[in-house]
């Protein structure tokens, strides 16, 4: 399958601060990635959709400047999550869609953020 | 509504013993249907894609199957290294090109050897 490399794995910041993590497709161009959320125990719960060199388009009730979306290339796109508090304490996970025969997402290892 | 149900919300099995995994959805427009294995602590890992009701597709003691209205993932003579939460996603038109995953809750996979 495709690799799709997220960074950090894990980070841990103060309340307050703001906490950036990457998306990379190493081996495929993707125009569009998608950031999700997952709590203990539960599903992945869709954020955003990234679509390179334009806007995100966010999930009804994700605050769009809370969580912030870039997609500066075919193979990054970025999820900042600005004055971060506990409650944004979560796994957050990225995928990325490789477009061809049968399109398909592909996911990264996903990032644990702990706001201390 | 769009929804995707997977059942059990978990499952024991000793070693050897076979059993299937259901995902029932209701959606309008499906594109797909995807089946995922997540280990704790690590993003979903891509195990099969199934378009079409009948269509049947198989990866080593996995197999999974699709009808109208579900998916089963059924695992054969399960090892401990099969423990894992397995999801189900479906794949609806939205959003951009390819269109949006909607997961289920997941099935957690116990395997006693």
């Known amino acids: 399958g495709a690799v799709v490399s997220q960074h950090p794995s894990r980070v841990i910041c103060k309340s307050g601060t703001s906490v950036k993590i990457e998306c990379r497709s190493l081996?495929?161009?993707?125009?569009?990635m998608f950031w999700y959320r997952q709590f203990p125990k539960k599903s992945l719960m869709l954020m955003a959709t990234?679509?390179?060199?334009?806007?995100?388009?966010?999930e009804q009730g994700v605050e769009k400047d809370k969580f912030l979306i870039n997609h500066a290339s075919l193979t990054l796109s970025t999820l900042t999550v600005t004055s971060a508090h506990p409650e944004d304490s979560s796994f957050y996970i990225c995928?990325?869609?490789?477009?061809?025969?049968?399109?398909?997402?592909?996911f990264g290892q996903g990032t644990r953020l702990t706001v201390v | 509504e769009d929804q995707v149900t997977q059942s059990p919300e978990a499952l024991r099995l000793q070693e050897g013993e076979s059993s299937s995994l259901n995902c029932s959805y209701t959606?309008?427009?499906?594109?797909?249907l995807f089946w995922y294995r997540q280990d704790p602590g690590k993003g979903p890992e891509f195990l099969f894609t199934?378009?079409?009701a009948g269509e049947e597709k198989e990866k080593e003691r996995l197999k999974a199957t699709l009808t109208k209205k579900e998916s089963f993932l059924h695992i054969t003579a399960p090892k401990p290294e099969d423990s894992a939460t397995y999801l189900c996603a479906v794949l609806i038109a939205g959003g951009t090109s390819y269109g949006k995953l909607t997961f289920g809750q997941g099935t957690i996979l116990t395997v006693h050897p």
């Open positions: 959606v309008s427009g499906l594109r797909g």
């Open positions: 199934l378009y079409s």
């Open positions: 995928s990325a869609e490789r477009q061809g025969w049968n399109t398909e997402a592909f």
């Open positions: 990234s679509n390179e060199g334009s806007k995100a388009t966010y």
């Open positions: 081996d495929f161009q993707a125009t569009t």
